[in-house]
């Protein structure tokens, strides 16, 4: 996902760069207009790939650890917190996780999927979230600390108080693999 316009300040807001950790290698991809469109840089792996197929989905799913960190725990009203989601592939094979619809992963805040109030709507076709054996996908963005009122077309700075800020692989139900962090806007 690219960044939104919409800020008061005119600030570009919720931009992602992504970093694939593969072999204890870090891949710096590259921000361009042929990025995945799901923030993700995806080389196909034929064999790991029909491999992963084999892996039952309730074992995938269960195989796949992830977790979420910011850079710091305290935040000034209205500055920008960077988060970081890793997604791992804790199994010695690879694995293949099917999501319902076309988006992978998400983000919110307070249960606010993207900190906004608009509704998303995703097509309906399947996609699949494949990892090679141990493989980690590292995923950063950045939240503008303001949360997108579509009733009053706005952006509103959040309130201090403390907001929970979570990571997911995009699944039905409670059993989705899913990580939290806590965060004080002061």
């Known amino acids: 996902m690219r960044g939104r316009r919409g800020s008061d300040d005119g600030s570009t807001t919720n931009e992602r760069r ?7 290698h870090r891949l710096i991809v590259p921000v361009s207009d042929r990025e995945d469109r799901h923030g993700l840089d995806e080389t196909r792996n034929y064999l790991a790939a029909a491999l992963g197929r084999f892996v039952p989905q ?11 960190e910011t850079d ?12 970081t989601a890793t997604f791992t592939n804790r199994l010695p094979v690879p694995i293949t996780v099917r999501t319902p619809r076309q988006r992978r ?3 919110s805040v307070d249960g606010e999927l993207e900190a906004s109030d608009e509704t998303r709507y995703t097509r309906s076709k399947p996609s699949s979230f494949g990892f090679r054996p141990r493989e980690r996908k590292r995923i950063e963005w950045e939240w503008n600390g303001r949360f997108e009122r579509t009733a009053e077309r706005q952006w509103v700075t959040a309130e201090p ?7 997911f ?7 989705r693999p899913s990580a939290t962090t806590t965060v004080r806007i002061e």
């Not at 108080?161 to 990571?167: D, G």
Request: no cysteine; glycine share 8%.
């Open 18 to 24: 992504t970093t694939v950790v593969r072999y204890g």
């Open 169 to 175: 692989v995009a699944l039905d139900g409670d059993t």
């Open 105 to 107: 992963w998400g983000w």
């Open 161 to 167: 108080r403390e907001y929970e800020i979570s990571a």
């Open 72 to 83: 710091r725990e305290r935040y000034a009203r209205g500055e920008p917190i960077a988060i």
């Open 58 to 68: 309730r074992l995938a799913r269960a195989a796949l650890h992830v977790s979420i």
